[in-house]
């Protein structure tokens, strides 16, 4: 990749290092001289998920600690509209059929261009589709290094919804496109090893964060969810919140739910609509103000995740700063952040055994769990930490964009 020839670089790095190399802290820029940032990705919707309230924290955080910086989303949009002032660029893109609200990248060099014309220092994407080889061309013509921030698992997905035939050639893409960028980041080891495993080499791994703020156990109203929900005070509440997508396993918590009856009682926020009613499962609507899905989360006694392939599970981390115990699966992202002393794992993602666990769960100390949960999420994942690593590894990839180091996967672990 060219590196692109002013004698500024930008303003990212400071403080803590990045794993696994040095760092080049970068100098603040001069009144006349502003580093700049793109974030690209065709996952920003109005019902978009962990990657959105990742970029929305990360604006936040920007805002605080690196105001010298000029940071700038380009997302998909009805219109084309460039929004400088609001640090926002939309592409006219068309909605996906069935998307809930998604649009797709329908022209890869208009995208390029659009991020040619902010003349970013560094780009970071946030999906493998139209948006990262929109990314990667424009790096490669303004000479800046590009990161791939891998948040899901595309091949696994292409075998759940259409087949197990259909992983090999979606994972060799998949492989082929992140070797591309300058650094791969991956929020889990579970995703780090995957990509390890389809031959990209060197994956940074940096765990997402939450806002131990606005998902604070102190935005409970329990008494209030029960009267709103006509329920008893000696209900057990479990909650779930999260899109209604197949790798949810939403069938499985109802199920679960099903089997465990009274007085265990389900709370689904954006997810089941499409389900069948039961007499012990109440499916709430999809909440747009994180305030309000972390006072109904907070409320409950318990989170419940099936997803057995989960990325990194960024909602999880959300129960958990809200003071609540997990009840997730042994396997995927969620069992890096779900062990005995915050909660309850099941051995698969399966009703009779996502039940035991729920019971099992329920059997121990819960406020003993509840407060290991809330101490966890503050001390391992507030977003200052987060971002001030990231942005170290930003530091020293721009200070360095030649690379060539070649990561055993012995030592994804000791990046975690």
């Known amino acids: 990749m060219l590196q692109r020839p002013n004698a500024f670089r930008a303003t990212f790095a400071s403080g803590l290092p990045a794993p696994s190399r040095a760092i080049t802290p970068w100098t603040q820029p001069t009144s006349d001289e502003t580093a700049r940032m793109v974030d690209t990705t065709m996952l920003f919707a109005p019902k978009s998920g962990g990657i959105k309230r990742y970029l929305l924290a990360k604006r936040q955080w920007l805002a605080q600690h690196r105001p010298a910086l000029t940071h700038t989303l380009v997302a998909p949009g009805a219109t084309t509209r460039r929004q400088l002032d609001k640090g926002m660029v939309t592409i006219a893109s068309p909605r996906l059929p069935f998307g809930d609200g998604y649009r797709w990248c329908s022209s890869v060099r208009k995208w390029a261009d659009q991020i040619v014309m902010l003349s970013p220092d560094l780009i970071e994407v946030g999906d493998p589709y139209g948006p990262a080889h929109a990314a990667l061309d424009a790096g490669e013509r303004l000479g800046v290094p590009v990161v791939g921030f891998c948040h899901s698992d595309p091949a696994a997905l292409a075998a759940l919804h259409l087949g197990e035939w259909a992983e090999p050639p979606v994972r060799r893409r998949w492989a082929r496109l992140f070797r591309r960028f300058d650094q791969v980041v991956a929020p889990s080891r579970h995703i780090a090893e995957r990509l390890y495993d389809a031959g990209v080499p060197d994956v940074h791994v940096q765990h997402l964060g939450v806002d131990i703020d606005t998902f604070h156990p102190a935005r409970a109203d329990r008494a209030a969810l029960l009267k709103q929900l006509g329920l008893p005070a000696s209900t057990r509440l479990l909650v779930f919140a999260g899109r209604a997508a197949r790798e949810k396993n939403i069938d499985v918590l109802l199920e679960a739910a099903a089997k465990l009856g009274p007085p265990y009682h389900l709370v689904l926020i954006g997810a089941g609509a499409l389900s069948k009613p039961q007499g012990n499962a109440t499916f709430l609507d999809y909440r747009r103000e994180p305030k309000e899905v972390a006072r109904l989360i907070a409320s409950c006694d318990a989170f419940v995740h099936a997803n057995d392939r989960e990325p990194f599970g960024l909602i999880v981390l959300e129960a958990m700063a809200c003071g609540l ?30 039940a035991e666990a729920v019971e099992a769960l329920f059997s121990r100390d819960l406020a003993a769990l509840s407060a290991a949960a809330r101490a966890r999420a503050v001390s391992r994942h507030g977003w200052n930490a987060v971002f001030e690593q990231l942005f170290g590894l930003y530091g020293a990839l721009a200070a360095d964009p030649v690379r060539s180091a070649v990561v055993p996967p012995e030592t994804l672990a000791e990046w975690a």
């Open 325 to 354: 115990p997990i009840v997730g699966v042994a396997s995927g992202g969620v069992l890096e952040l779900v062990d005995a002393e915050v909660g309850q794992l099941a051995a698969r993602a399966e009703p009779a055994a996502f």
